[in-house]
């Protein structure tokens, strides 16, 4: 929780802290450099400082994860509710496309579609990774609402004539939050590190936009020479993915009890 | 008992037809030209881009595309990659060995590691042990596996030599090497690789047999069980343990992908021949008919597994077994 | 009456609380067992029968614990200063259970023969055949027609009844001594609990068994139990034959009970459930732990404990109302 409020902060007050958040190129002290006291994390081929590079990868990773699961979140949540609420053959036919949809890895469904892009703009690769990480949340979304519909307060509702928009959004919306706001956070560190992933594999975020996983592809020719080019964008990812996990873990047994 | 294997295979084929028919789409909506590449690695003819556009179908209108795909689907025939110019069910079958020796070595350690380490968990919940394994193992979630992959590679393929960190084959065996000698040269190629997807992924196998375990010791057939007088191995091991892996065989269905979807990073860092590196040279290759291969592969492991593990579920357990 | 197998005396089961404090769900219990004999143990819901019932076979829930102090004897031995291995030694093979839920209670992966055939080979060495032989005795004595199929069959294709005869034949594998039937009857219906009852009725009368018989129900009591302990609250707080019981119940809280139960004479309109509810055990009511529901509650109730007196021979109770009676 504390290193996830950490991270948070460091991404935010990152132009802040570093003189050089997109970092120039050091010609002075040169390539390769291992870390040291000017350069705490060392330097890249390009004598670029490793440090600011992690922080400022933290603020796009992040950024990017926040808006993706935004995205993803609020689509899972409107269908399930919908799936759920309705039933019926709407119910039927969505959760048919969703059963399709989760049959694809969520990694290759970003492939068949990134790959598309010749190059791919910051705001479309995150539509693309929010609209790809809807489907478990709204299987998710759906079952509480089949449950929640049985519920004593909203079969009241039902009988004196409230709207059914109004009922979903007053009655059903409410009560999804918790399992919602569990699916999010575990969903941040899972689009951290599809991001990584992606990025990695040369599609994702394009250069000289600094992310973790374009760092690590970036200095995989230099690994040998230059380990911490590697090492610590790899761990920036580790730290951040563990903290959201803890917390939404933390989260899930805080919401429902059942998994205490 | 045979209605309901007819229902559920139905609905596997529906769900496959459906995700089959999403990767169309996915594919054909989406801005760019899928011969964009090759006629940017040489000027070509108009002629020529017509001729290969007819031979990909890519002149036809979107719906007869559409039945041409799924022609081709039902026939088993997945197209011929771009960037091999050989059809792309041969690349497939001729990267599958490799793929399913990585993945099954992943799979058989993490149903044997992963269940054993679980149950350990339940059985000291709460105590460091516990602790410890769920904090190592959440790490081992978090870790991206390239990066990890990367790093051994360097650490123990390159700088202290141990073993060898890229590919399947040692080039530099003799070619009488007998079987032993080959199949030791193999193993020792598979242990960073294996070992890399297998961390990135226990953590699921032991959160869920963990879990499981958890809900097991907690029934009332474990209090008899201790009633009876039984030892305590025996009470963990054989009652709760036995009923605990049920709910574990869900997982292995769920894991089947991980022969294609998983190794795609890790094959990738290790030069591993599999359908995972394929499928990564595919990317930078924009090599759409292998991507598509290679997801409908992953798709119909996803649905073949979730089959089969329902089957499986139906078959062993006697509760189900006998209520048909 | 006979010698004493089973002597409990001042049991006390406490569990650790959120706010680091104990709540003691069994707190002061004491009671004794003799061969041969039925005694029932009688109390509401939640009252601490069931917890008292894993005591006798340190079964205690973790993490709850016997507290130091709390004395089982088993035909003469301590059963707290018992180790791992010799109390599983006892478990099952002198003292048996049989549980509330004969659903649950089952494990549903395995037979019911192979259920029983392990409790054998748990305690002798018999041969599989050997014991699989005496698995079908026991069967048929518990009265299941047909033990040849059912040995073979799983939980989940019995009927209610049926799993609680083979919970019962399993108990009775080893020939225990001690027989403690938590709720054996609950889960069944009508005709099927006089059923089992007379089962065990039948089994205690030829081997000789003492029988703990833990029950709400106090109309099973008045037929089948030689004793009655009535609990609340973690103790007892009354103690007599049933007949005595039956005829003079003396605690107020007896006397609600037997208000309570439907009886076939006498008017409907008679039936009068105890209002309120028995509290937490984590904040046991100061003084005596009846009185916030007690009728008859006196000053003196709400600020001392009462302690177990006797009315007469083999009749105790913990009420003021005692000291009143015996003056
Ligand atoms: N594992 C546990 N942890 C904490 N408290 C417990 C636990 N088990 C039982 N208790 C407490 O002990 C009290 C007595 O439980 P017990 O199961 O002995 O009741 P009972 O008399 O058998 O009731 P019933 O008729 O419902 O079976 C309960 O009210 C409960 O609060
Ligand atoms: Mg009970």
Not at chain 2, 114 to 119: K, N, P, Q, R, S
Request: charged content about 20%; proline content about 7%; hydrophobic content about 50%.
């Amino acid at each position: 929780m504390l290193t996830l409020v950490g991270l948070v902060l460091i991404a935010i007050a990152a132009p802040m802290l570093l003189p050089d958040p997109l970092a120039q190129p050091d010609i002075l002290q040169g390539v390769n450099q291992p870390p040291g006291a000017k350069h705490w994390f060392g330097t890249d081929q390009l004598s670029r400082d490793v440090l600011s590079r992690v922080v400022t990868g933290a603020r796009i990773s992040l950024t990017i994860a926040f808006l993706a699961v935004a995205v993803s979140v609020t689509l899972g949540a409107m269908v399930g509710l919908v799936a759920g609420y309705w039933g019926g053959w709407v119910d039927a036919v969505l959760m048919r496309i969703v059963d399709g949809a989760l049959a694809i890895p969520r990694l290759f469904v970003l492939l068949l579609v990134v790959a598309a892009w010749e190059s791919l703009p910051l705001l479309v690769f995150i539509l693309l990774l929010g609209t790809t990480g809807w489907f478990g949340t709204s299987r998710l979304i759906r079952g509480e609402v089949l449950r929640l519909k049985q519920e004593p307060y909203v079969r009241a509702a039902e009988a004196l004539g409230a709207h059914r928009i109004r009922i979903v959004l007053r009655h059903l919306l409410p009560n999804t939050a918790g399992p919602l706001l569990v699916a999010a956070t575990l969903g941040v560190g899972n689009v951290v590190l599809l991001e990584a992933g992606l990025s990695f594999l040369g599609v994702g975020v394009r250069p000289p936009t600094p992310t973790w996983g374009g760092m690590i592809l970036d200095s995989q020719e230099i690994l040998f020479v230059a380990p911490w080019t590697s090492i610590f964008p790899g761990l920036a990812i580790v730290i951040t993915v563990l903290a959201v996990n803890l917390f939404g873990d933390a989260l899930r047994e805080a919401v429902d009890p059942r998994h205490a | 008992m045979t209605r309901w294997l007819i229902g559920r295979t139905a609905q596997a084929a529906i769900t496959f037809l459906v995700a089959a028919v999403l990767m169309f789409f996915l594919m054909r909506l989406t801005p760019g030209d899928p011969l964009a590449r090759l006629m940017g690695d040489r000027p070509m003819t108009s002629e020529e881009v017509a001729t290969l556009r007819g031979l990909y179908g890519l002149d036809q209108p979107l719906p007869s595309q559409f039945t041409r795909f799924v022609a081709g689907l039902a026939q088993g025939d997945l197209g011929t990659s771009i960037e091999y110019r050989t059809p792309v069910t041969t690349l497939i079958r001729q990267r599958l060995p490799a793929s399913l020796l990585l993945g099954g070595t992943v799979l058989l350690l993490n149903f044997t590691l992963g269940v054993w380490l679980g149950a350990l968990q339940a059985v000291r919940l709460g105590k460091p042990l516990d602790r410890w394994l769920s904090t190592i193992s959440l790490a081992g979630f978090a870790v991206p596996s390239f990066w990890l992959g990367l790093i051994l590679a360097w650490l123990v393929g390159i700088k202290w030599q141990l073993l060898p960190a890229l590919g399947m084959i040692d080039p530099l065996l003799p070619a009488s090497a007998g079987l032993g000698a080959r199949s030791l040269d193999i193993a020792r190629h598979l242990i960073l690789p294996a070992f890399t997807l297998s961390v990135v992924s226990i953590a699921a196998t032991m959160r869920y047999q963990r879990t499981a375990m958890i809900d097991a010791l907690r029934e009332p057939y474990v209090r008899t069980a201790r009633a009876k007088g039984l030892s305590e191995r025996r009470v963990i091991w054989r009652h709760a343990w036995r009923t605990s892996l049920f709910p574990v065989i869900t997982l292995f269905g769920l894991w089947l992908p991980i022969v294609v979807t998983g190794s795609v990073f890790v094959e990738h860092v290790f030069n591993w021949p599999g359908l995972g590196s394929l499928t990564a040279k595919a990317i930078s290759g924009r090599d759409y008919p292998v991507i598509m291969g290679a997801s409908l592969l992953a798709a119909s492991l996803v649905v073949g597994g979730g089959w089969l593990t329902d089957v499986a579920y139906a078959a062993l357990d006697p509760r189900t077994r006998r209520a048909q | 009456m006979t010698a004493p197998v089973l002597e409990v005396r001042d049991l006390r089961i406490a569990f650790p609380t959120r706010t680091g404090d104990f709540a003691r769900p069994v707190d002061g219990v004491s009671f004794i067992l003799h061969r041969g004999e039925t005694l029932a143990l009688v109390g509401e819901s939640g009252c601490g029968k069931t917890l008292t019932s894993l005591a006798l076979l340190r079964l205690v829930p973790a993490p709850g614990r016997i507290e130091p102090g709390s004395r089982l004897d088993f035909e003469g031995r301590d059963i707290m200063g018992l180790d791992a291995d010799e109390l599983r030694a006892i478990r099952g093979k002198d003292i048996a259970m049989v549980f509330q839920d004969p659903m649950s209670s089952l494990n549903p992966v395995f037979t019911a023969g192979a259920q029983i055939i392990e409790t054998i080979k748990a305690h002798e060495s018999e041969s599989t055949k050997a014991a699989r032989d005496r698995a079908l005795g026991l069967l048929r004595e518990v009265g299941i027609s047909d033990p040849e199929l059912r040995i073979d069959q799983y939980p989940h294709e019995m009927s209610g009844g049926m799993r609680q005869r083979v919970m019962i034949a399993m108990a009775l594998a080893t020939e225990p001594g001690v027989l403690i039937a938590d709720e054996p009857t609950t889960a069944l219906d009508v005709t099927v609990q006089a059923q089992i009852l007379e089962i065990l009725d039948r089994l205690r009368e030829i081997r000789g068994l003492a029988v703990l018989l833990i029950t709400h129900d106090l109309g099973i009591v008045a037929n089948r139990a030689d004793r009655v302990a009535v609990m609340y609250a973690g103790r007892i707080v009354e103690e007599a034959s049933t007949r005595t019981l039956f005829e003079a119940p003396s605690h107020p809280y007896t006397q609600g009970l037997l208000e309570s139960v439907p009886r076939l004479t006498g008017p409907v309109q008679s039936l009068k459930p105890i209002p309120g509810t028995v509290p937490d055990p984590a904040r046991w009511p100061a003084g005596c732990r009846f009185h916030p529901r007690c009728p008859k509650v006196m000053a003196r109730c709400r600020a001392e404990d009462p302690s177990r007196l006797a009315l007469a021979d083999g009749h105790h109770m913990a009420c003021w109302l005692a000291e009143e009676t015996a003056r």
